[in-house]
């Protein structure tokens, strides 16, 4: 089992600024993939960004050049720099990992990941 759990989140004006923090405990060999998802109340859960343990990335069009997801490996822990953010980013921001034996399924869709944190609210105040 891994656990996850998310730090950051908060209230911003928009085009401010936020660093979205993930730790992963437990089992964390069996991590392939980490990424950031997000939600509306009544929507479906989103991709924002994902990367891979070798470093790939791949991010929803709506925030490239705005975000970017980092990884650190060492301390299995994986970070959203949210910049320049918008009223429409406001959301609560989930944390999810995926196991080696979901890697054949991508990185993008989230019924490819196994664990998820309990989420950070992100609010964008215009």
């Known amino acids: 089992q891994v656990q996850l759990v998310e730090s950051g989140g908060g209230l911003v004006q928009a085009g401010g600024s936020l660093r979205l923090s993930c730790a992963a405990s437990?089992?964390?060999?069996?991590?392939?993939?980490m990424g950031w998802f997000r939600q509306i109340p009544g929507k479906q859960r989103e991709m924002v960004a994902a990367?891979?343990?070798?470093?790939?990335?791949n991010y929803t069009n709506s925030v490239k050049g705005r975000f970017t997801i980092s990884r650190d490996n060492a301390k299995n822990a994986v970070y959203l720099q949210v910049n320049d953010l918008k009223p429409e980013d406001t959301a609560v921001y989930y944390c999810?990992?995926?196991?080696?034996?979901?890697?054949?399924?991508?990185?993008?869709?989230?019924?490819?990941?196994?664990?998820w944190g309990q989420g950070t609210q992100v609010t964008v105040s215009s």
């Open positions: 437990g089992s964390t060999s069996n991590i392939a993939a």
């Open positions: 999810a990992a995926q196991k080696w034996s979901k890697l054949w399924a991508g990185i993008v869709d989230r019924r490819s990941y196994d664990y």
């Open positions: 990367i891979t343990r070798s470093g790939s990335t």
